[in-house]
């Protein structure tokens, strides 16, 4: 009666450790980064910032404002670059888009490039070096943006995605060689997307005039490495598919279209898409269409989206159509 007693209790024992283990494992499989729209594996958090499995990490945020260093909730420091990055007014699914790419982004810089290692941080408010970032912009969309997205990224082949954005596109993104003369790493990801952003765009974004000097010109080159020598007309050697353009010659000097617009300032010469650019005496007159350097997605693109009722999943799958969208953290 003893030994029927110890071999009941005994395989009662294996039962119950049995089933505790089942337990744990589909619990385990559960928590595994999914890509409950694509499929496929995701990229684990990079060994620099990761705390954890399934862990938001911390980063180190170089605040250009004031040389120092601060160390925040990867979710936190989204807060302030969806705010600076997009009008916390804008509708949700566009913003929730913003918070996907922007974190995607961040990733990526960290996993390939540890952040911004000459600042030693893993990013930093400075946008020549990373993305805006402004704390006092955040409102309630952007918060609800950001934690309806939490942890979630865009991949490809199990990869972070440099997931670029600008502001407004004119109708068609370009690839990263065209639109940013990207040459560091391949970037299958990024492909031309037609956009419906003409449609809901302010005529005021959509087109611009600016004039420089010859001097100005001149010396942007010389900033870029090139030496233009005397010029009296601007040509754009060849455009992409977009219509942007890829390489110019100035005088004696040829140079990429996106590092000449860099070199001369970003803001004032708004895009590298030109409908006419002439030389009248000392005076450099561009006649453009578009608002940044047109790779990624496009942020009025992305409004215009989720004002016809796009969620924010298919607003980024529509900028980055070969992408996979998953969840690395909860």
């Known amino acids: 009666m003893v030994r029927k007693y110890s071999a009941l209790r005994r395989v009662l024992l294996f039962l119950l450790i049995v089933s505790f283990m089942i337990t744990v494992t589909s619990c385990r499989v559960f928590r595994r980064p999914t890509t409950p729209q694509d499929g496929g594996a995701m990229p684990p958090i990079p060994s ?11 980063i180190r945020v170089y605040l250009h404002e004031t040389g120092q260093i601060q160390t925040m909730g990867f979710e936190e420091y989204l807060l302030g670059v969806v705010a600076a990055e997009m009008e916390p007014t804008w509708p949700a699914e566009a913003l929730a888009a913003q918070a996907i790419v922007a974190r995607a982004f961040t990733l990526d810089k960290i996993a390939r490039q540890g952040g911004v290692p000459g600042r030693n941080a893993d990013a930093s408010t400075d946008i020549q070096e990373f993305q805006a970032y402004d704390a006092s912009r955040i409102n309630d969309n952007v ?12 991949a490809f082949q199990g990869e972070f995605v440099r997931t670029w954005f600008s502001a407004y596109c004119d109708g068609m993104t370009s690839t ?6 990207f040459r560091e790493f391949p970037t299958p990801f990024i492909t031309r997307v037609t956009d419906i952003c003409p449609e809901r765009t302010p005529e005021n974004v ?25 010029f009296s007309q601007i040509d754009v050697v060849n455009r992409d598919q977009a219509g942007r353009a890829v390489s110019v010659r100035i005088g004696q000097a040829t140079v990429s279209g996106p590092a000449f617009r860099i070199a001369i300032g970003s803001t004032r010469l708004r895009s ?15 006649v453009g269409s578009g608002y940044g350097h047109g790779v990624g997605m496009c942020q009025w693109g992305a409004r215009a989206r989720a004002e016809q009722g796009n969620s924010f999943e298919q607003i980024v799958k529509g900028f980055f159509p070969n992408t996979q969208l998953g969840k690395i953290w909860d």
């Open 48 to 58: 620099k910032i990761a705390r954890g499995d399934r862990l938001e990490p911390n």
């Open 143 to 154: 918060r609800q943006a950001v934690q309806r997205t939490r942890g979630t990224v865009l």
């Open 176 to 181: 990263a060689e065209d639109g940013l003369a």
């Open 206 to 230: 959509q087109g611009y005039t600016v004039t420089f000097t010859k001097s100005e010109v001149t010396q942007a080159m010389q900033q870029a490495g090139q030496n233009t020598g005397s």
């Open 272 to 286: 590298t898409k030109w409908d006419s650019v002439t030389v009248t005496g000392d005076r450099v007159t561009f």
